[in-house]
Nanobody, 116 residues
Framework: QVQFVESGGGLVQPGGSLRLSCTAS????????MGWYRQAPGKQREVVAV???????NYVDSVKGRFTISRNNSQIAVFLQMSSLKPEDTAVYYC??????????WGQGTQVTVSS
């Protein structure tokens, strides 16, 4: 079983930046592609960024050019650098493998609120 702990969220003004971090309870980063997901109020959880084992990155169109996903296998961590934040980026952000496998449980997430 694997569980994830996300941190780094907060309240930021439009145009601001945040850096999210994710750690796991087990050494899995070098075995799976990792993703950052978000869930806004009243909406389904969606994947926003994925980084493969070899470091290839993929993003949902709405965050391309603004978000950057990275991984540090020595620290067993995945990061999401978010810039030029918009109110529509407001959501709870989660990390998990991509795809999500049985036994890879969701963490508490970290709240990102973009508001003036």
């Amino acid at each position: 079983q694997v569980q994830f702990v996300e941190s780094g969220g907060g309240l930021v003004q439009p145009g601001g930046s945040l850096r999210l971090s994710c750690t796991a309870s087990n050494t899995i980063y070098n075995k799976y592609a990792m993703g950052w997901y978000r869930q806004a109020p009243g909406k389904q959880r969606e994947v926003v960024a994925v980084i493969t084992r070899d470091g290839s990155e993929n993003y949902v169109d709405s965050v391309k050019g603004r978000f950057t996903i990275s991984r540090n296998n020595s620290q067993i961590a995945v990061f999401l650098q978010m810039s030029s934040l918009k109110p529509e980026d407001t959501a709870v952000y989660y990390c998990n493998t991509n795809p999500v496998y049985s036994g890879h449980y969701w963490g508490q997430g970290t709240q990102v609120t973009v508001s003036s």
